[in-house]
């Protein structure tokens, strides 16, 4: 018998410049280039099969959710080394919050072009599930 999924495919990121943002993602990111058309570009991590779908609105749109208080990205970009992600994107000009050390989570959070929240999140030793199952998943 088959899965009716398996896993996540795409991620759809709202943004009012299409190519201003394109090149940012790619810039900050590495990310390489799928698919392009006027209303939408396609990119990936080198290597992994999910997309970022970079879709061209005319304003911007959330891509968070407040948990009583806290603004929360729908999504994480995985980090393996939260200090290098963080010093790396400020050193860009990015725009990053302070890392947050959270029960065996470190994060932060830095802001595309359109202001669009962007989790960055390394698992430690201690998130016992969440680390075990992301270390068969890493590639250095």
């Not at 302070?98 to 430690?124: A, Q, S």
Request: negative net charge; charged residues 25%.
């Amino acid at each position: 018998m088959g899965k009716v999924a398996s896993k996540v495919s795409g991620i759809f990121i709202p943004v009012t410049d299409l190519l201003r943002s394109t090149d940012w993602y790619i810039r900050m990111f590495e990310l390489v280039v799928i698919e392009q058309s006027e209303i939408c570009t396609g990119l990936a991590f080198p290597g992994e099969a999910t997309y970022i779908n970079l879709w061209k609105v005319e304003r911007p749109q959330p891509v968070q959710f407040d948990a009583g208080g806290n603004k929360i990205p729908y999504y994480n970009f995985e980090s393996f080394d939260i200090e290098y992600s963080h010093a790396a994107l400020r050193e860009k000009g990015v725009e990053v919050l302070p890392i947050v050390d959270h029960g065996g989570v470190r994060f932060f959070d830095c802001l595309d072009p359109d202001g669009n929240r962007i989790g960055i999140v390394e698992e430690m030793p201690s998130s016992t599930a969440f680390y075990a199952h992301k270390q068969k998943y890493r590639r250095d």
